[in-house]
């Protein structure tokens, strides 16, 4: 028997949805040798609710989104956060910097007043996540690895180093030395720091390592007569619902 597999989306762009279709054949086929996917509002237009794995995009931002979380939850044996957003919350925790009513107006100017919202969370500040595909967007060599795994009834191996790991078994020149800054110190691996040695710099997308080395980002920044403060900007790009939740 084929497991049921299941694609929902909530607040997100939909750009880890479109990378699972930007699966390569290889890839693919291997996946729907072993799944049958029954839900997938942006690939197919059968829509069951008989499922036994569940992967979530998107983070929870508005109301209404917390009870149909929450059923998905009831019905999935395993639940999968998928992408930044649903993960740590990402890009839409931005807004939780402002008051939610001006979040609204910001976005909807004099249409407003017919939309809510609520301070962006990742998925399991409602309920309880079994795994995570971390990234913006995420990786399908990880998707197909996490699958594959839970097949297997196994624990997917997911780094929890610092990005700086990979980093440097790439090869790469630290961006520091070039006076650039980079969160790499503080966040999981698992991309290949594929940022860096594209020639930019790790903006923490993957989320932090469980016991982030702060010290370290911080001996690094004063290495390179840096302060935190310099890097605060860039950290709440995907990072702010763990930094306001401290
Ligand atoms: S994690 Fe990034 S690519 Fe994925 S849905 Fe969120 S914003 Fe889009
Ligand atoms: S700080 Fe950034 S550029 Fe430097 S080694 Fe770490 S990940 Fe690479
Ligand atoms: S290098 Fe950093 S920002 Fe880029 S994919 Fe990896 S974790 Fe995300």
């Not at 956060?81 to 740590?88: Q, R, S, W, Y």
């Not at 440097?168 to 006076?179: D, P, R, T």
């Not at 969160?183 to 930019?200: E, K, S, W, Y």
């Not at 790790?202 to 690094?220: A, F, H, Q, T």
Request: aromatic share 8%; charged share 25%.
């Amino acid at each position: 028997m084929k497991a049921k597999v299941a694609f929902f989306d909530f607040t997100s762009c939909e750009g880890c949805q479109l990378d699972v279709l930007n699966l390569t054949g290889e890839e693919l086929l291997d996946l729907l040798g072993a799944i049958e996917i029954v839900n997938f509002r942006e690939a197919i237009s059968n829509r069951s609710d008989d499922y036994d794995i569940a992967f979530i995009e998107g983070s929870i931002s508005r109301e209404a989104e917390i009870p149909r979380l929450q059923k998905i939850r009831a019905q999935a044996k395993v639940l999968v956060a998928l992408g930044a957003c649903a993960c740590i919350g990402g890009v839409n925790c931005l807004k939780n910097h402002l008051p939610m009513e001006q979040a609204l107006k910001m976005v909807y100017g004099d249409a407003a007043k017919y939309y809510d919202t609520i301070p962006a969370r990742p998925i399991n500040a409602v309920v309880p996540v079994d795994f995570y595909v971390r990234g913006c967007p995420i990786q399908t060599g990880e998707l197909v690895k996490v699958v594959k795994a839970l097949l297997l009834g196994k624990k997917p191996d997911i780094p929890n180093y610092p990005v700086c790991t990979e980093c440097k078994m790439a090869g790469n020149i630290c961006v520091f030395e070039f006076g650039k800054t980079c969160l790499g110190p503080v966040t999981r691996a698992g991309c290949n720091a594929i940022c860096v040695t594209g020639g930019r710099q790790c903006w923490g997308c993957r989320g932090l390592v469980d016991e982030p080395n702060k010290n370290s980002e911080e001996e690094i920044l004063k290495k390179h007569g840096l302060t935190p403060e310099q890097v605060v900007e860039k950290f709440k790009i995907y990072n702010t619902y763990a930094e306001v939740k401290k």
